[in-house]
Protein backbone atom coordinates (compact mmCIF):
# COMPACT_ATOMS: atom_id res chain seq x y z
CA UNK A 1 0.00 0.00 0.00
CA UNK A 2 1.70 3.49 -0.96
CA UNK A 3 -0.85 6.39 1.04
CA UNK A 4 -0.17 8.84 3.47
CA UNK A 5 -2.23 9.17 6.48
CA UNK A 6 0.02 12.47 7.99
CA UNK A 7 0.57 12.73 11.44
CA UNK A 8 1.69 16.43 10.97
CA UNK A 9 3.01 17.69 14.08
CA UNK A 10 -0.04 20.33 14.40
CA UNK A 11 -1.97 20.97 18.30
CA UNK A 12 -5.57 19.89 16.94
CA UNK A 13 -7.19 17.01 18.48
CA UNK A 14 -5.96 13.56 17.51
CA UNK A 15 -10.02 13.43 16.39
CA UNK A 16 -8.73 14.81 13.24
CA UNK A 17 -7.42 12.56 10.46
CA UNK A 18 -5.78 13.79 7.26
CA UNK A 19 -5.22 10.87 4.55
CA UNK A 20 -3.69 11.79 1.15
CA UNK A 21 -3.75 9.28 -1.77
CA UNK A 22 -0.71 8.76 -4.10
CA UNK A 23 -0.84 7.64 -8.07
CA UNK A 24 0.09 4.18 -6.81
CA UNK A 25 -2.21 2.78 -4.58
CA UNK A 26 -2.21 -0.54 -3.74
CA UNK A 27 -0.95 -2.49 -6.93
CA UNK A 28 -2.63 0.37 -8.94
CA UNK A 29 -0.02 2.30 -10.88
CA UNK A 30 -2.71 5.20 -12.04
CA UNK A 31 -5.34 5.81 -8.70
CA UNK A 32 -7.39 8.80 -10.25
CA UNK A 33 -9.97 9.90 -8.65
CA UNK A 34 -11.17 12.70 -11.37
CA UNK A 35 -14.27 11.93 -13.13
CA UNK A 36 -14.41 12.10 -16.81
CA UNK A 37 -16.52 10.66 -19.89
CA UNK A 38 -14.23 7.80 -20.31
CA UNK A 39 -13.05 6.86 -16.78
CA UNK A 40 -16.00 7.41 -14.67
CA UNK A 41 -16.79 3.71 -13.65
CA UNK A 42 -12.61 3.46 -12.66
CA UNK A 43 -12.77 6.13 -10.85
CA UNK A 44 -16.22 5.04 -9.41
CA UNK A 45 -14.31 2.02 -8.12
CA UNK A 46 -11.13 3.51 -6.72
CA UNK A 47 -14.05 5.95 -4.64
CA UNK A 48 -15.86 2.49 -3.42
CA UNK A 49 -12.61 1.11 -2.37
CA UNK A 50 -11.81 4.06 -0.11
CA UNK A 51 -14.83 3.86 1.44
CA UNK A 52 -14.96 0.80 1.83
CA UNK A 53 -11.78 0.26 3.40
CA UNK A 54 -9.92 3.43 4.75
CA UNK A 55 -12.38 6.07 4.76
CA UNK A 56 -15.29 6.16 7.41
CA UNK A 57 -17.58 7.13 5.41
CA UNK A 58 -18.19 8.01 1.50
CA UNK A 59 -16.66 11.22 0.91
CA UNK A 60 -18.00 14.42 -0.78
CA UNK A 61 -16.37 15.71 -3.51
CA UNK A 62 -17.33 18.76 -5.08
CA UNK A 63 -17.24 20.11 -8.91
CA UNK A 64 -14.32 22.72 -8.19
CA UNK A 65 -14.29 25.65 -10.18
CA UNK A 66 -11.75 27.87 -9.08
CA UNK A 67 -14.13 30.14 -7.20
CA UNK A 68 -14.77 30.64 -3.91
CA UNK A 69 -17.73 29.22 -2.56
CA UNK A 70 -18.24 27.40 0.43
CA UNK A 71 -20.49 25.15 1.84
CA UNK A 72 -21.28 24.47 5.53
CA UNK A 73 -22.02 20.67 5.70
CA UNK A 74 -23.61 21.84 9.45
CA UNK A 75 -25.65 23.84 8.43
CA UNK A 76 -26.44 23.39 4.73
CA UNK A 77 -27.74 20.67 2.58
CA UNK A 78 -25.87 20.39 -0.56
CA UNK A 79 -28.60 21.94 -3.12
CA UNK A 80 -25.81 22.07 -5.81
CA UNK A 81 -22.29 19.86 -5.52
CA UNK A 82 -20.14 22.75 -7.64
CA UNK A 83 -17.61 24.73 -4.96
CA UNK A 84 -14.30 24.97 -3.76
CA UNK A 85 -14.73 24.47 0.30
CA UNK A 86 -15.79 22.72 2.55
CA UNK A 87 -17.03 22.74 6.26
CA UNK A 88 -18.11 20.74 9.13
CA UNK A 89 -19.18 19.87 12.78
CA UNK A 90 -20.36 16.29 11.60
CA UNK A 91 -18.57 13.55 13.14
CA UNK A 92 -16.84 10.99 10.23
CA UNK A 93 -18.01 12.84 7.38
CA UNK A 94 -15.25 13.16 5.06
CA UNK A 95 -14.33 16.26 3.06
CA UNK A 96 -12.31 15.95 -0.05
CA UNK A 97 -10.32 18.13 -2.31
CA UNK A 98 -8.94 16.87 -5.95
CA UNK A 99 -5.60 18.60 -6.78
CA UNK A 100 -2.49 18.48 -9.34
CA UNK A 101 -0.59 21.18 -8.33
CA UNK A 102 -3.50 23.42 -6.50
CA UNK A 103 -3.57 23.23 -2.90
CA UNK A 104 -5.31 21.24 -0.71
CA UNK A 105 -5.53 23.42 2.32
CA UNK A 106 -6.94 21.70 5.63
CA UNK A 107 -8.11 23.86 8.22
CA UNK A 108 -8.99 22.55 11.88
CA UNK A 109 -10.07 23.66 15.07
CA UNK A 110 -7.86 23.29 18.04
CA UNK A 111 -10.24 21.46 19.60
CA UNK A 112 -11.16 19.03 16.83
CA UNK A 113 -14.63 19.61 16.69
CA UNK A 114 -14.80 21.66 13.40
CA UNK A 115 -12.87 20.99 10.18
CA UNK A 116 -12.57 22.73 6.70
CA UNK A 117 -10.63 22.03 3.54
CA UNK A 118 -10.09 23.98 0.71
CA UNK A 119 -9.23 24.11 -3.02
CA UNK A 120 -6.75 26.70 -3.46
CA UNK A 121 -5.13 27.61 -6.91
CA UNK A 122 -3.95 30.96 -8.30
CA UNK A 123 -8.14 32.07 -8.66
CA UNK A 124 -8.41 30.93 -5.89
CA UNK A 125 -6.08 33.04 -4.09
CA UNK A 126 -6.94 36.02 -6.05
CA UNK A 127 -10.73 35.21 -5.10
CA UNK A 128 -9.36 34.91 -1.24
CA UNK A 129 -11.15 31.62 -0.41
CA UNK A 130 -9.29 32.06 2.99
CA UNK A 131 -10.84 35.50 3.59
CA UNK A 132 -14.80 33.36 2.19
CA UNK A 133 -14.12 30.78 4.45
CA UNK A 134 -13.03 32.69 7.39
CA UNK A 135 -16.94 34.97 7.36
CA UNK A 136 -17.74 31.17 7.91
CA UNK A 137 -15.41 29.76 10.81
CA UNK A 138 -15.33 33.23 13.18
CA UNK A 139 -19.01 32.58 13.84
CA UNK A 140 -18.28 29.26 15.70
CA UNK A 141 -15.84 30.85 17.64
CA UNK A 142 -12.85 28.77 17.61
CA UNK A 143 -9.34 28.83 17.56
CA UNK A 144 -7.87 27.23 14.51
CA UNK A 145 -4.67 25.92 12.57
CA UNK A 146 -4.09 25.25 9.29
CA UNK A 147 -1.83 22.47 7.50
CA UNK A 148 -0.58 22.51 3.33
CA UNK A 149 -0.92 19.28 1.60
CA UNK A 150 1.24 18.81 -1.48
CA UNK A 151 1.49 21.49 -3.77
CA UNK A 152 3.29 23.01 -6.50
CA UNK A 153 6.22 24.90 -5.03
CA UNK A 154 7.62 28.72 -6.06
CA UNK A 155 10.06 27.26 -8.13
CA UNK A 156 7.97 25.52 -10.88
CA UNK A 157 5.01 28.01 -10.85
CA UNK A 158 5.80 30.82 -13.68
CA UNK A 159 3.23 32.76 -14.31
CA UNK A 160 3.04 36.35 -16.74
CA UNK A 161 3.22 40.42 -15.56
CA UNK A 162 -0.24 40.45 -15.84
CA UNK A 163 -1.14 38.01 -13.50
CA UNK A 164 1.58 39.52 -11.06
CA UNK A 165 -0.21 43.07 -11.67
CA UNK A 166 -3.68 41.63 -10.74
CA UNK A 167 -2.33 40.43 -7.41
CA UNK A 168 -0.63 43.54 -6.62
CA UNK A 169 -3.30 45.37 -7.56
CA UNK A 170 -5.28 43.83 -4.56
CA UNK A 171 -2.74 43.61 -2.15
CA UNK A 172 0.94 45.40 -2.45
CA UNK A 173 2.00 43.22 0.04
CA UNK A 174 1.68 40.39 -2.60
CA UNK A 175 4.55 42.01 -4.75
CA UNK A 176 6.85 39.80 -2.21
CA UNK A 177 5.71 36.72 -3.72
CA UNK A 178 6.85 37.02 -6.69
CA UNK A 179 10.54 36.75 -8.18
CA UNK A 180 11.66 37.77 -11.89
CA UNK A 181 12.69 35.40 -14.15
CA UNK A 182 13.74 36.68 -17.60
CA UNK A 183 9.89 37.46 -18.93
CA UNK A 184 8.53 35.81 -16.19
CA UNK A 185 7.53 35.69 -12.55
CA UNK A 186 7.97 33.10 -10.00
CA UNK A 187 4.79 32.80 -7.89
CA UNK A 188 5.08 31.63 -4.45
CA UNK A 189 1.06 30.91 -4.14
CA UNK A 190 1.77 28.89 -1.14
CA UNK A 191 3.14 32.10 0.46
CA UNK A 192 0.15 34.05 -0.39
CA UNK A 193 -2.24 31.89 0.91
CA UNK A 194 0.04 31.69 4.09
CA UNK A 195 -0.38 35.43 4.28
CA UNK A 196 -3.89 35.15 3.70
CA UNK A 197 -4.75 33.24 6.77
CA UNK A 198 -2.03 35.07 8.86
CA UNK A 199 -4.90 37.93 7.90
CA UNK A 200 -7.40 36.11 9.51
CA UNK A 201 -5.18 35.68 12.99
CA UNK A 202 -3.93 32.06 11.55
CA UNK A 203 -0.37 31.84 13.15
CA UNK A 204 0.31 28.35 13.61
CA UNK A 205 0.50 27.37 10.28
CA UNK A 206 1.92 23.49 8.89
CA UNK A 207 3.14 22.42 5.68
CA UNK A 208 4.04 19.05 3.99
CA UNK A 209 6.69 20.45 2.04
CA UNK A 210 5.95 18.08 -0.85
CA UNK A 211 6.14 19.87 -4.19
CA UNK A 212 4.17 17.84 -6.71
CA UNK A 213 6.07 19.19 -9.24
CA UNK A 214 9.21 17.92 -8.21
CA UNK A 215 7.45 14.75 -6.77
CA UNK A 216 5.63 14.05 -10.16
CA UNK A 217 6.37 10.29 -9.52
CA UNK A 218 3.95 10.06 -6.45
CA UNK A 219 1.39 12.92 -7.24
CA UNK A 220 -0.34 14.57 -10.46
CA UNK A 221 1.21 17.37 -11.56
CA UNK A 222 -0.93 19.38 -13.99
CA UNK A 223 2.01 21.73 -15.00
CA UNK A 224 4.57 18.99 -15.09
CA UNK A 225 2.56 16.82 -17.59
CA UNK A 226 -0.66 18.73 -18.55
CA UNK A 227 -1.84 16.07 -16.47
CA UNK A 228 -6.05 15.90 -16.17
CA UNK A 229 -5.55 13.33 -13.32
CA UNK A 230 -5.98 13.89 -9.90
CA UNK A 231 -5.11 12.79 -6.14
CA UNK A 232 -7.21 13.40 -3.05
CA UNK A 233 -6.78 15.19 -0.10
CA UNK A 234 -9.64 13.76 2.89
CA UNK A 235 -10.19 15.26 6.35
CA UNK A 236 -12.61 13.58 8.96
CA UNK A 237 -13.03 14.04 12.23
CA UNK A 238 -14.07 11.07 14.80
Not at 25 to 54: A, E, G, I, P
Not at 56 to 77: A, E, N, Y
Not at 90 to 116: E, F, K, M, Y
Amino acid sequence: MNKIIEDIGWNVSASVKIMVTKKNFLSDNNFNLSRTKNNYNKVKKNLNLLSKNYLPSKPIILKQVHGKKIIDLTKDRIISNIGDGLITKNRNQVLSILTADCIPLVISSICGNLICILHVGRKGAEFNIVKAAFKTLTKYNYKYEAWFGPSISKEHYLVDKEIKNDFVSIDSKYEEFFIKIKTSYKMDLIGIVSHQLRQNYINNIFYSNLCTYENYRSFFSYRKSLDTRRFATFVWRE
